[in-house]
């Protein structure tokens, strides 16, 4: 295996696992919408309005991004996306631990209010930084195997 066709495979496996992770994370989300808003309420950072916002859009756009990655099209941009999002959840959570609320971040479904001592929060921000590493080899090597946007492109229709 080449030196290019090495990198193609890990950035592969990169944009596959972070596929992997919207796609569960915004499944779980979706089917249970009101657990999804209390997830969202217990960070106590967005008036309910925004709440009731964030907590119907999040679930789907999570899907959006992962199933773009799953296909391969626009990896680059969903790179950029999800990296944004990640810095957005490890803002809330590293907010939520320094304010000593005790939460379930609700990233997999389920969330809100948890009792002292139950919170994850190292757990969860290593967990976030691990995501964020792959969104951000995908930013600067967007190139890997079984791509649609790569058949695209090699076919002159990108």
């Known amino acids: 295996m080449t ?47 925004a709440v009731g916002v964030v907590a119907g859009v999040l679930p789907w756009f999570e899907l959006a991004l992962g199933l773009l990655l799953l296909a391969g099209v626009g990896v680059r941009a969903v790179a950029v996306l999800s990296a944004g999002l990640l810095l957005v959840f490890l803002a809330g959570v590293t907010q939520a631990w320094v304010r000593g609320l005790s939460i379930d971040c609700g990233c997999f479904g389920g969330g809100g209010a948890v009792a002292p001592g139950q919170t994850q929060y190292v757990q969860e921000i290593l967990r976030d930084v691990g995501f964020l590493a792959l969104a951000a080899w995908l930013v600067v090597r967007p190139r890997t195997l079984f791509a649609a946007e790569r058949r695209l492109v090699t076919s002159g229709l990108g």
């Open 3 to 49: 030196g290019s066709r090495a990198l193609d495979g890990i950035g592969t496996l990169a944009r596959l696992g972070l596929a992997a992770v919207w796609i569960t994370s915004g499944l779980l989300k979706a089917v249970d919408p009101a657990q999804t808003y209390v997830a969202v309420r217990a960070y106590d950072v967005l008036s309910r309005t």
